[in-house]
C-alpha cells in the first residue's frame, strides 16, 4: 500500500499571533541611524517644513521613507511596513500625511534637496570616522565613480521621454563612492534627467561631479585625495578641462571614445612599446597589451593629460567593430595622474565595472521605477533613494565584517533584515528575541553589539 508524501508539511494556519515582530533584523538599520546621528540631523534640517501643531517631524517621516525603500519598498504606501510594527519603529505616518510632505518638499524645490544632502555630507564624515579602517580610503583617495542610469517609466510621467535603447523614462546620471574590494559603495549624487538625455552631455556631468564632490568631507578635497572616474561619456573636451581646473587636488580617469585619429596612432605604436596589462592580483594578463600615446593627438587638451590606450584579443566569436585594429580590441582613456606604471593605471580605470555593482543595488532599492508623477517629486524620491542606499552602506561598514560586508542588498534582506522574533515586555524594558534556529541569528547579534560599543552622537 502506498501512502501519500507530501513535499512540505501540512500546518493549520491562525491571524491571532501576538508579541511576534516581522522583519525584526532590520533594528540594524535603525540602530545604524541612531549611532550615526541621523535622525537627529536630518529632523533639524527639516523642521522648517513642520507645520504648527504637526504630530509627525517631516525628518521621521523621510527616515521612515527611506527605511522602507532599504527594505525593499518601492513606493510611499510601502510605509506601512514600518507602520505595523512600532515596537521597532515607532510612530509613522499616515499615507496622506507622507505623500502631502513629499508634495511640500517638492514645491521647495533645491532648498529642500539642499536640505537633505547637507545632512546627508554631514552625517558621512561622522560615518567614515567611526568606521577607522573600514572607511573607504584605504588607499589615502577616495575613488568617485559617475555613470548613466536607465529608468523605466510604465506609464506617463514628466520628463519620460524615449530613450537610446529604445524604451521609455527617464536617464539619471549618479555617482557612487567605490570602497574598494574589501566594502561595497555609496551614493553621493543621482542627477534626473529625462530619458533623451545625451550620454556625452558636459554639463550634467560637472553637475553631478560638484554634488559628488560636495559630499565628501573636506579633507579629501586636497592634494589629489579624490579620483573621478567615468566610462566614454565624460570624455569630452568641457568635462574634462573642468576636472583639470580644479587643481591639483582632484585625480581623474575619464574613458574616451576611440575616434579615427587614435586608430591611427594605435596602428603605428611599435611592437615594444606595448606593455602586457596586469589583473588585480598582480599577474599578467594574457592576450593584453596597454600602451601611451603621446604626439598631436594631445593638441588641445588639458596639460598633463594622459592618454593610454588597451588593446586586447578579443573572445571566441566577439564582434569587431570599425575602431578596433588588427583584429583587436581598443579601448582608451585619459589621466591627469602622473609617475605611475601605465599598466597599474589601467588596471585601476577597469575597476570603474565596479559601478554596475552599485547600479544592480539601486535598482533593487527604490531605483527600478520613479513612483511619483512630477519631475519635483521624483527629485526628492531619489534623494530618499540615497538616503536607504546610505544605510545599507554604513551598516556593513560600521557592524559587519570579512564576508557579509560585501553583501548587496537582496542578500542583507533576505539574511538580516527578514529575521523574525518574539516582543517581550519586562518592566520597562522591551527585548526582542530573534529566533534560534535562524542560520544568521549569530551575525545579527554581533553586528548589535558592534554598533552599541560605537559613541553616541552629541
Request: glycine content about 8%; proline content about 6%.
Amino acid at each position: 500500500m502506498k501512502h501519500s508524501i507530501g513535499s512540505y508539511p501540512r500546518v493549520r494556519v491562525q491571524d491571532d499571533g501576538r508579541q511576534i515582530v516581522s522583519q525584526a533584523g532590520s533594528v540594524l538599520l535603525v540602530e545604524t541611524v541612531r549611532k550615526a546621528g541621523l535622525d537627529q540631523a536630518i529632523s533639524t534640517a527639516l523642521a522648517p517644513w513642520r507645520k504648527p501643531r504637526a504630530v509627525h517631524d517631516p525628518g521621521k517621516i523621510l527616515l521612515d521613507i527611506a527605511l522602507a525603500v532599504a527594505l525593499g519598498g518601492d513606493c510611499l504606501a510601502d510605509v506601512a511596513m514600518l507602520r505595523a510594527e512600532p515596537a521597532v519603529f515607532g510612530p509613522v505616518a499616515s499615507e496622506p500625511t507622507v505623500s502631502r510632505l513629499i508634495d511640500t518638499l517638492a514645491a521647495s524645490g533645491e532648498k529642500a534637496l539642499q536640505a537633505i544632502r547637507s545632512v546627508r555630507s554631514e552625517v558621512r564624515g561622522r560615518v567614515w570616522s567611526l568606521a577607522g579602517e573600514n572607511a573607504p580610503d584605504a588607499d589615502a583617495q577616495v575613488t568617485v565613480d559617475l555613470d548613466g542610469v536607465l529608468v523605466v517609466a510604465h506609464s506617463d510621467k514628466e520628463d519620460a521621454t524615449a530613450t537610446w535603447k529604445k524604451t521609455y523614462g527617464h536617464h539619471p546620471l549618479t555617482a557612487f563612492v567605490d570602497h574598494g574590494p574589501g566594502g561595497t559603495g555609496e551614493p553621493v549624487a543621482a542627477l534626473l534627467r529625462p530619458g533623451n538625455a545625451g550620454s556625452n552631455t558636459a554639463a550634467d556631468h560637472i553637475t553631478t561631479a560638484r554634488l559628488a564632490l560636495a559630499q565628501l568631507p573636506k579633507h579629501y578635497r586636497r592634494g589629489r585625495q579624490t579620483l573621478i572616474r567615468t566610462d566614454s561619456a565624460g570624455g569630452t573636451h568641457d568635462f574634462v578641462s573642468w576636472l583639470a581646473r580644479r587643481g591639483r587636488w582632484l585625480s581623474y580617469s575619464v574613458g574616451m571614445t576611440v575616434t579615427e585619429a587614435i586608430h591611427e596612432h594605435v596602428l603605428k605604436v611599435p611592437a615594444p612599446t606595448w606593455t602586457a596589462a596586469v589583473e588585480t592580483n598582480g599577474e599578467v594578463r594574457d592576450g593584453a597589451w596597454v600602451a601611451e600615446l603621446t604626439g598631436s593627438l594631445l593638441d588641445g587638451w588639458p596639460k598633463g593629460m594622459r592618454l593610454i590606450v588597451r588593446k586586447e584579443r578579443p573572445h571566441p566569436g566577439a564582434q569587431l567593430r570599425i575602431t578596433d585594429a588588427d583584429g583587436m580590441r581598443i579601448t582608451c582613456f585619459a589621466t591627469n595622474t602622473p609617475d605611475r606604471p601605465i599598466a597599474e593605471l589601467e588596471l585601476r580605470h577597469r575597476l570603474r565595472a565596479r559601478a554596475e555593482d552599485r547600479i544592480r543595488a539601486a535598482r533593487s532599492t527604490g531605483l527600478r521605477n520613479l513612483p511619483l508623477h512630477h519631475t519635483a517629486q521624483n527629485k526628492v524620491w531619489l534623494e530618499i533613494v540615497q538616503v536607504a542606499l546610505d544605510l545599507l552602506a554604513w551598516m556593513p561598514m560600521l557592524a559587519l565584517t570579512d564576508q557579509a560586508r560585501l553583501w548587496e542588498p537582496r542578500r542583507l534582506r533576505f539574511r538580516l533584515f527578514s529575521a523574525a522574533a518574539q516582543l517581550v515586555t519586562t518592566g520597562r524594558r522591551r527585548i526582542l528575541r530573534l529566533a534560534r534556529h535562524w542560520p544568521w541569528t549569530g551575525e545579527i547579534s554581533a553586528a548589535l553589539e558592534r554598533l552599541a560599543l560605537l559613541p553616541n552622537p552629541t
